[in-house]
């Protein structure tokens, strides 16, 4: 007879973290196919690839897998100098397919295969096997990755068509919905939603994008998925989400729009991929509750406040990134108040007011450039006239300009209602064939002192037709 | 702080045994542990009848010897839980006579009652094995649940005691309230528990302050401060009694019905004996002292050659590496698994399951994490942890949690 000694408990619960793996890969089955489909497929069916180009996405992120798989394999040969049956055990539990894998899905598919491998191999080196990898790296690895092709690659990649992959790029044309906000500095529907179709594109992923984040109704399920699987530190993407609903609902409510605005807001930039997948990555995010909250809760404030304060569209990535930093000081906030419930609302109170001080600030600061730039609207359209208006300085100045070209051939005033002696300094100034025969060279065009208000408006239709006709 | 329900659901193992009951009265020898500041009151070759004191110990409560024989000498033995101590060793003569009368019990004083529990050496048969005349030599004492959860798998060893002696269990509980004329009796029971529930009603239904609570199926419900916490939503820093409240194991209540009523000293319990590689799954009432081994007669054995022994429930029990340990009066259960896969730590994955369900609310990977850190160790209040094990149970990295929070409470100490 012989009995074995063991440390108790003598019975464990049936998780493991081999399942946990497996569970994320599940749920992530249904992304890459849409990814397939929206990117590969799709393309083929209009005939804008062959065969090769229709599963060049599978390609590009089974090429991710693949490199961080064999980086990590390597690295731990020569460096760890494991072997054999070591190499194999620690192959099993390092999952160094990950951050090869989420590599890819967060890059355009217009990312060289070759700067996508250079991608993986930061992940896997700089963002997990320096710090003695798996279990131990501070910052998510495939978003160290993910900046470092963005920050370094980002003109080779625009120059290949950006986040658009070729379907999009002859029926959409353009930029990302977020890039775009950016540019259109204007918060309405027509000029944010409509060039993409209406909210439900955003909804079933049918926007530009990166391979995985566009399709936030598989993101959704997936995150059901995962939170009945018991994989997943919900709170995150919950919060999180939400203060950027919140957030985004309270700037649209200054600038008085709909409800549309704060799901815009989810709905694109990658926040919901980034929330699920990305924020609640076990070894980068907090281990405790109270923790994992006020994370979310400054994830959701650093990426509203990076999407509207900086010029990078990026936020979700930069915000995940700042608070990877924070995660040892967030759990001993959190390891702390697990035992005085009343001090853990002093953080979170100071978190609210952040919140709500900031939607209003950024609210505000819409309001103001609203005023001074959106009031140029093209009423008619042809291929030798736009008939135009903008705001002047009695009202709308309505105008008849004639394009031959691409050029700006003649332009007639329909109706002002400027102050006449105003209008005059104008007249006399010859302004209106200044402007014409300087169209080149616009911006240095002055303006009429005197008659700045007036003269402004008129060069602004110009401006904007010469880029409309770019357009 | 209303009821947070902190616990995880197991898989029971309780039917096997849950209706057998069989008995083992007659061992060769039982042994006797002595520990630290005890005080031993019999010499070798002393003739000594069942239920005579044979150690003092440091709360000035007695063990009694559960046979009648002759003292021998002091040997070595191992203890369940797998430590060398030295234990007094007597030998049965098979001359036990029933020398226990009834006692009177009307208009018992609190200082009878004391003194009695404390001659008779009863003590919380709930695992602690703390005197219960200490828990109950208090003034104030408003509350008194009755803690028959029994959260921990296999063990029914409290079911079949409340189940065959619920009679006497309830005369008990009147018994104490006359004499601390208390607000509320509760007996908690598991839910789900119908035959048991259905059993109990008819006997509660003429003492009013007695109630039945049911409590949720999960470990560890049995545990005191969950108990205080479910039934009474608040919560102690020590001890129940700091809310005037005390618990009691529904054995323990027993064994202070056949203390008072028959003025006999704890020298007999109940063990549930049982797991895969027990051949006779059942609960057998034995001797305090009896060697493990000497039961053979009834458990037949085992089911393969190669065993876990398990003293106590599989989370929060010991392993021994022998069958012939000495049974305490403390003792629930022995369980026999089959060898399990030992589990290969990997490194932790950070998913913060063992801080979520941690019952004391300690934060086990970051106590890991800690771990040469005193001063954090401090902040982490690493000595609330009751070692339940829950930690090491949903760690999907199968790390042993507990063992570094045990180690954390040595270093804190």
């Given at each position: 007879m012989?009995?074995?000694?063991l440390?108790?408990?003598?019975?464990?619960s049936?998780?493991?973290?081999?399942?946990?793996m497996?569970?994320?890969?599940?749920a992530?089955?249904?992304?890459?196919l849409?990814?397939?489909?929206?990117n590969?497929i799709?393309?083929?069916?209009?005939?804008?690839?062959?065969?090769?180009?229709?599963?060049?996405?599978?390609?590009f992120?089974?090429?991710?897998?693949?490199?961080?798989f064999?980086?990590?394999?390597?690295?731990a040969?020569?460096?760890?100098?494991?072997?054999?049956d070591k190499?194999?055990?620690?192959?099993?539990t390092?999952?160094?397919?990950?951050?090869?894998l989420?590599?890819?899905?967060?890059?355009?598919?217009?990312?060289?295969?070759?700067i996508?491998i250079?991608?993986?191999?930061?992940a896997?080196?700089?963002?997990?096997?320096i710090y003695?990898?798996?279990?131990?790296?501070?910052?998510?690895?495939?978003l160290i990755?993910?900046?470092?092709v963005?920050?370094?690659?980002?003109?080779?990649?625009?120059?290949?068509?950006?986040?658009?992959n070729?379907?999009?790029?002859?029926?959409?044309?353009g930029?990302?919905?977020?890039?775009?906000?950016?540019?259109?500095?204007?918060l309405?529907?027509d000029?944010?939603?409509?060039?993409y179709?209406?909210?439900?594109?955003?909804?079933?992923?049918?926007?530009p994008?990166?391979?995985?984040?566009?399709?936030?109704?598989?993101i959704?399920?997936?995150?059901?998925?995962?939170?009945?699987?018991?994989?997943i530190?919900?709170?995150?993407?919950?919060?999180?989400?939400?203060?950027?609903?919140i957030m985004?609902?309270?700037?649209?409510?200054?600038?008085?729009?709909?409800l549309w605005?704060?799901l815009?807001?989810?709905?694109?930039?990658?926040?919901l991929?980034?929330?699920?997948?990305?924020?609640?990555?076990?070894?980068?995010?907090?281990?405790?509750?109270?923790g994992?909250?006020?994370?979310?809760?400054?994830?959701?404030?650093l990426?509203?406040?990076?999407?509207?304060?900086?010029?990078?569209?990026e936020?979700?990535?930069?915000?995940?990134?700042?608070?990877?930093?924070?995660?040892?000081l967030l759990?001993?906030?959190?390891?702390?108040?697990?035992?005085?419930y009343k001090?853990?609302?002093?953080?979170l109170?100071?978190?609210?007011?952040?919140?709500?001080?900031?939607?209003i600030?950024?609210?505000?600061?819409?309001?103001?450039?609203?005023?001074?730039?959106?009031?140029?609207?093209i009423?008619?359209?042809?291929n030798?006239?736009?008939?135009?208006?903008?705001?002047?300085?009695?009202?709308?100045?309505?105008?008849?300009?004639?394009?031959?070209?691409?050029?700006?051939?003649?332009?007639?005033i329909?109706?002002n209602n400027?102050?006449?002696?105003?209008?005059?300094?104008?007249?006399?100034?010859?302004y209106?064939?200044?402007?014409?025969?300087n169209q080149?060279?616009?911006?240095?065009?002055?303006?009429v002192?005197?008659?700045?208000?007036s003269s402004?408006?008129?060069?602004?239709?110009?401006?904007?037709?010469?880029?409309?006709?770019?357009? | 702080?209303?009821?947070?329900?902190?616990?995880?659901?197991?898989?029971?193992h309780?039917?096997?045994?849950?209706?057998?009951?069989e008995?083992?009265?007659?061992?060769?020898?039982?042994?006797?542990?002595?520990?630290?500041?005890?005080?031993?009151?019999?010499?070798?070759?002393?003739?000594?009848?069942?239920?005579?004191?044979?150690?003092?110990?440091?709360?000035?409560?007695?063990?009694?010897?559960s046979?009648?024989?002759?003292?021998?000498?002091?040997?070595?033995?191992?203890d369940?839980?797998?430590?060398?101590?030295?234990?007094?060793?007597?030998?049965?003569?098979f001359?036990?006579?029933?020398?226990?009368?009834?006692?009177?019990?009307?208009?018992?004083?609190?200082?009878?009652?004391?003194?009695?529990?404390?001659?008779?050496?009863?003590?919380?048969?709930?695992?602690?094995?703390?005197?219960?005349?200490?828990?109950?030599n208090?003034?104030?004492?408003?509350?008194?649940?009755?803690?028959?959860?029994?959260?921990?798998?296999?063990?029914?060893?409290?079911?079949?005691?409340?189940?065959?002696?619920?009679?006497?269990?309830?005369?008990?509980?009147n018994?104490?309230?006359?004499?601390?004329?208390?607000?509320?009796?509760?007996?908690?029971?598991?839910?789900?528990?119908?035959?048991?529930k259905?059993?109990?009603?008819?006997?509660?239904?003429?003492?009013?302050k007695?109630?039945?609570?049911?409590?949720?199926?999960?470990?560890?419900?049995?545990?005191?401060k969950?108990?205080?916490?479910?039934?009474?939503?608040?919560?102690?820093d020590?001890?129940?009694?700091e809310?005037?409240?005390?618990?009691?194991?529904?054995?323990?209540i027993?064994?202070?019905?056949?203390?008072?009523?028959?003025?006999?000293?704890?020298?007999?319990?109940i063990?549930t004996?049982?797991?895969?590689?027990?051949?006779?799954?059942?609960?057998?009432k034995?001797?305090?002292?009896?060697?493990f081994?000497?039961?053979?007669?009834?458990?037949?054995?085992?089911?393969?050659?190669?065993?876990?022994l398990?003293?106590?429930?599989?989370?929060?029990?010991?392993?021994v590496?022998?069958?012939?340990?000495?049974?305490?009066?403390?003792?629930?259960?022995?369980?026999g698994?089959?060898?399990?896969?030992?589990?290969?730590?990997?490194?932790?994955?950070r998913?913060g399951k063992?801080?979520?369900?941690?019952?004391?609310?300690?934060?086990?990977?970051?106590?890991?994490?800690?771990?040469?850190?005193?001063?954090?160790?401090?902040?982490?209040?690493?000595?609330?942890?009751?070692?339940?094990?829950i930690c090491?149970?949903?760690?999907?990295?199968?790390?042993?949690l507990?063992?570094y929070v045990?180690?954390?409470?040595?270093?804190?100490?």
């Amino acid at each position: 007879m012989k009995f074995n000694m063991l440390k108790g408990p003598f019975i464990k619960s049936k998780n493991n973290t081999n399942k946990i793996m497996t569970n994320l890969l599940i749920a992530l089955i249904p992304i890459i196919l849409f990814s397939f489909y929206k990117n590969g497929i799709l393309l083929y069916q209009n005939n804008k690839t062959d065969l090769f180009g229709m599963f060049y996405p599978l390609i590009f992120i089974f090429t991710g897998i693949i490199t961080s798989f064999l980086v990590e394999t390597i690295y731990a040969y020569l460096f760890l100098h494991l072997k054999n049956d070591k190499l194999k055990d620690y192959i099993k539990t390092s999952f160094s397919i990950f951050p090869g894998l989420f590599v890819s899905l967060v890059l355009p598919i217009n990312t060289p295969i070759e700067i996508l491998i250079l991608g993986c191999l930061v992940a896997t080196i700089i963002g997990k096997m320096i710090y003695g990898g798996f279990g131990h790296n501070i910052f998510n690895p495939a978003l160290i990755g993910c900046l470092f092709v963005l920050s370094t690659y980002s003109t080779i990649i625009s120059s290949n068509g950006g986040f658009l992959n070729k379907y999009e790029l002859d029926t959409i044309g353009g930029a990302t919905p977020l890039t775009n906000a950016k540019i259109v500095e204007r918060l309405d529907y027509d000029s944010l939603v409509k060039p993409y179709g209406d909210l439900s594109d955003f909804f079933f992923g049918n926007i530009p994008g990166t391979l995985g984040e566009t399709c936030s109704f598989l993101i959704i399920l997936a995150f059901i998925y995962l939170l009945l699987k018991h994989v997943i530190k919900w709170k995150i993407p919950i919060i999180y989400v939400s203060t950027v609903f919140i957030m985004t609902l309270i700037i649209g409510k200054i600038n008085g729009l709909g409800l549309w605005y704060p799901l815009f807001s989810i709905l694109s930039g990658g926040l919901l991929f980034g929330a699920v997948f990305m924020a609640t990555d076990p070894v980068t995010s907090p281990t405790t509750s109270l923790g994992q909250v006020i994370y979310a809760f400054l994830l959701g404030i650093l990426t509203v406040t990076f999407r509207y304060l900086t010029n990078a569209p990026e936020g979700v990535l930069t915000s995940i990134l700042t608070m990877n930093m924070f995660v040892p000081l967030l759990d001993r906030i959190g390891s702390s108040n697990k035992f005085a419930y009343k001090k853990a609302l002093i953080p979170l109170i100071a978190i609210f007011i952040l919140l709500a001080l900031l939607s209003i600030n950024i609210g505000n600061s819409f309001n103001t450039s609203e005023k001074e730039d959106s009031n140029f609207k093209i009423l008619e359209k042809t291929n030798s006239y736009y008939i135009v208006t903008e705001k002047g300085n009695g009202g709308p100045i309505k105008a008849k300009i004639y394009i031959d070209k691409d050029t700006i051939t003649k332009i007639e005033i329909l109706e002002n209602n400027e102050t006449e002696s105003y209008y005059k300094l104008i007249e006399e100034a010859n302004y209106i064939n200044k402007l014409i025969n300087n169209q080149k060279n616009i911006e240095n065009v002055d303006t009429v002192s005197g008659a700045t208000i007036s003269s402004t408006a008129l060069k602004k239709m110009v401006i904007n037709v010469l880029d409309d006709m770019e357009g | 702080m209303g009821e947070i329900m902190i616990g995880i659901k197991l898989s029971k193992h309780k039917k096997e045994t849950m209706n057998k009951i069989e008995e083992f009265l007659n061992p060769k020898e039982v042994y006797f542990k002595i520990k630290e500041n005890d005080e031993v009151l019999v010499k070798e070759n002393e003739k000594v009848i069942v239920g005579q004191k044979i150690i003092k110990t440091k709360y000035d409560t007695y063990i009694h010897s559960s046979v009648s024989g002759i003292v021998k000498e002091i040997t070595t033995m191992i203890d369940y839980q797998n430590n060398k101590s030295n234990f007094i060793k007597i030998e049965n003569d098979f001359n036990e006579t029933n020398k226990f009368k009834e006692n009177d019990l009307k208009n018992i004083t609190k200082e009878q009652f004391i003194s009695n529990l404390k001659e008779n050496g009863i003590v919380g048969l709930g695992g602690a094995g703390f005197p219960t005349y200490v828990k109950y030599n208090n003034d104030d004492v408003k509350t008194l649940i009755i803690n028959a959860v029994e959260c921990e798998p296999y063990i029914t060893a409290d079911y079949i005691n409340c189940f065959n002696n619920i009679d006497k269990i309830v005369e008990t509980l009147n018994i104490i309230d006359n004499i601390y004329n208390l607000n509320e009796i509760f007996i908690a029971i598991k839910t789900k528990n119908r035959t048991l529930k259905e059993k109990i009603i008819p006997y509660i239904i003429k003492n009013k302050k007695i109630k039945l609570i049911e409590v949720p199926n999960l470990y560890p419900m049995g545990w005191e401060k969950a108990l205080v916490r479910y039934i009474k939503h608040t919560d102690y820093d020590k001890l129940p009694i700091e809310k005037s409240i005390i618990v009691s194991n529904a054995s323990t209540i027993y064994s202070i019905y056949e203390s008072l009523k028959y003025n006999k000293p704890l020298i007999e319990k109940i063990v549930t004996i049982s797991g895969d590689n027990i051949i006779n799954k059942t609960n057998v009432k034995v001797k305090i002292g009896t060697k493990f081994s000497e039961l053979k007669k009834i458990y037949k054995g085992y089911n393969s050659k190669e065993i876990n022994l398990v003293t106590g429930g599989p989370m929060m029990g010991y392993s021994v590496e022998t069958d012939e340990f000495i049974i305490p009066n403390n003792l629930n259960s022995v369980i026999g698994i089959k060898k399990i896969k030992e589990f290969n730590p990997i490194t932790c994955l950070r998913c913060g399951k063992c801080s979520d369900h941690c019952p004391t609310k300690i934060c086990p990977v970051l106590v890991k994490d800690n771990i040469n850190n005193n001063q954090e160790l401090k902040r982490l209040n690493v000595e609330r942890c009751i070692e339940c094990g829950i930690c090491s149970f949903v760690c999907p990295s199968k790390i042993n949690l507990r063992e570094y929070v045990r180690e954390a409470k040595k270093k804190v100490k």
